[in-house]
């Protein structure tokens, strides 16, 4: 029930938080128009000096378009209102399950543990028990991923004078949980309120600040924070987010990477799967010493397994 009631806060808190924050953004609509206008004004004449278009056949285009558009605008609202009632209805079979396995995880452990043949019961539970452990850490060190990512966005955002720093800052943390593809769809949208709100040449520093944050993540905060026990190589990186997405959507999305790590520790430790537990790793690299950064004299971070 306390692990239940953490997961419910834990998403009250963050619907609270981006529907405070969409209420004051819907208030620079009117503002965002005025500057979409101006950029599509401008559009208009670089395509009509470029390609030799005019402006009147330039709005017939953009007329087939929308009356195509609109024709089919019951599909898009069934498929919209399809989407909505199926994620509501995932969260909350989500929250069941989350219920039951938790109730009946010792029952599980054992069914997972004697489904197999005695003589490999030593193997099983050692895999099991690593999994458990590493799905702890995985998580763990997620989450102060998430609050680390998050509050250094926040505060280069605000430095550059970005609106809603603190918004896109926390939307980035949360996204940079889907690896290589949250960390570009986050710099995407801060690019485009950047530009809405402010310049050009914010934008730029905004692109320039989001490579630096995703550097400074990999190679710091990742290593130390996370480790490198659920080290997937970039290909089926991709290949998992791809499937996940295929499967269970967004969710798929965030949980592709735990659930890779989970098969490539058990290709690690049955004997015939071993080369398809490297396959899905980073290439092996010679044995070198755990970095240490020392923050004070009392406090000392090493770089996880």
């Given amino acids: 029930m306390i692990s239940l009631l953490i997961l419910l806060s834990s998403i009250y808190l963050l619907f609270f938080f981006f529907g405070t924050q969409l209420s004051s ?24 000096r470029t390609f030799d278009v005019n402006t009147n056949e330039q709005f017939k285009y953009l007329n087939e378009g929308l009356n195509k558009l609109l024709s089919s605008s019951g599909i898009i609202l069934g498929f919209t209102l399809s989407i909505f009632s199926s994620g509501l209805g995932f969260m909350f079979f989500c929250l069941l399950f989350f219920i039951f396995i938790l109730n009946y995880r010792r029952i599980l452990n054992r069914f997972i543990v004697n489904v197999f043949d005695e003589k490999h019961k030593g193997k099983v539970e050692d895999i099991v028990s690593e999994i458990q452990n590493m799905t702890k850490k995985y998580i763990s060190g997620l989450i102060i991923q998430i609050f680390i990512v998050s509050i250094i966005t926040s505060i280069v955002l605000s430095i550059l004078g970005v609106k809603y720093a603190i918004l896109i800052g926390v939307l980035t943390g949360i996204l940079n949980v889907i690896p290589y593809l949250g960390i570009v769809i986050s710099m995407l949208i801060a690019c485009f309120i950047s530009f809405a709100t402010g310049s050009a040449s914010t934008t730029v520093y905004v692109f320039l600040a989001y490579i630096g944050i995703h550097a400074f993540d990999g190679n710091i905060i990742l290593p130390f924070v996370v480790g490198s026990k659920v080290k997937i190589n970039a290909l089926f990186s991709f290949i998992g987010i791809i499937i996940g997405e295929q499967l269970w959507g967004i969710s798929g999305m965030f949980l592709c990477i735990p659930a890779l790590a989970i098969i490539k520790i058990i290709f690690e430790r049955v004997e015939g799967l071993q080369p398809w537990g490297k396959l899905l790793g980073e290439e092996d690299k010679p044995t070198k010493k755990k970095r240490r950064v020392k923050i004070s004299e009392t406090i000392t971070l090493e770089e996880k397994d």
Avoid: A, C, G, Y
């Fill in 25 to 48: 953004f819907s208030k620079d609509l009117p503002h965002l128009e005025k500057q979409f206008i101006t950029v599509f004004n401008d559009l208009q004449r670089w395509v009509s």
